[in-house]
Antibody
């Protein structure tokens, strides 16, 4: 059974950074892109970008370019998403999701990681 | 950038049919995917590429796409279908619809 297991909730102060992990299991980690999607409280889904775990190539939504970094560690089948210079508007649930084979849709999702930004 | 709009809410009587629209310019030329998100849970794929159901998704869920509107149809609605539903397309990047809250009366 394919699983994406994310790291636990975080509370950060404004201006800090946060790094969320997403550990994949029961499939070949390098064969599928991992995307990151966030959801602010009471709001809809917002796509942030993707990483190709095999090559390390990334593509970020324009809004997140320059302050979000996606990386991967193939030795432990884990993807990471780091947000720097956090502000209160970054309070959200952050999800990783696996893209189906060359399909542009998400067939498996992580359970979500709550990030709260508060002074 | 490409925009996709959904109604804020849809209500359906228990056992009846709910239809959720997803509007976009010539969306019929794109592949549309649908996700169900129950409160406090991660989204779940219920329809991909306009009308295909992943394994484990009931036949009560169906999809169509033509012109400027894609539609997710939930037949014989059950209490467990109460959730937010999002459509999603690819247009240079991933685009999500605004989301629709489905209430089963």
């Amino acid at each position: 059974q394919v699983q994406l297991v994310q790291s636990g909730a975080e509370v950060k102060k404004p201006g800090a950074s946060v790094k969320v992990s997403c550990k994949a299991s029961e499939y070949s980690f390098t064969a599928y892109y991992i995307h990151w999607v966030r959801q602010a409280p009471g709001q809809g889904l917002e796509w942030m970008g993707w990483i190709n775990p095999k090559s390390g190539d990334t593509n970020y939504a324009q809004k997140f370019q320059g302050w979000v970094t996606m990386t991967g560690d193939t030795s432990i089948s884990t993807a990471y998403m780091e947000v720097s210079r956090l502000g209160p508007d970054d309070t959200a649930v952050y999800y990783c999701a696996r893209e189906g084979k060359s399909s542009y849709f998400f067939d498996y999702w992580g359970q979500g990681t709550v990030v709260i930004v508060s002074s | 950038s490409y925009e996709v709009t959904q109604p804020l809410s849809v209500s359906v009587a228990l056992g009846q049919t709910a239809r959720i629209s997803c509007g976009g310019n010539n969306i019929g030329s794109k592949n549309v995917h649908w996700y169900q998100q129950r409160p406090g849970q991660a989204p779940v794929l219920v329809i991909y590429s306009d009308y295909n159901r992943p394994s484990g998704i009931p036949e009560r869920f169906s999809g169509s796409n033509s012109g400027n509107t894609a539609t997710l149809t939930i037949s014989r609605a059950q209490a467990g279908d109460e959730a937010d539903y999002y459509c999603q397309v690819w247009d240079s990047n991933i685009v999500f619809g605004t989301g629709t809250k489905v209430t089963v009366l």
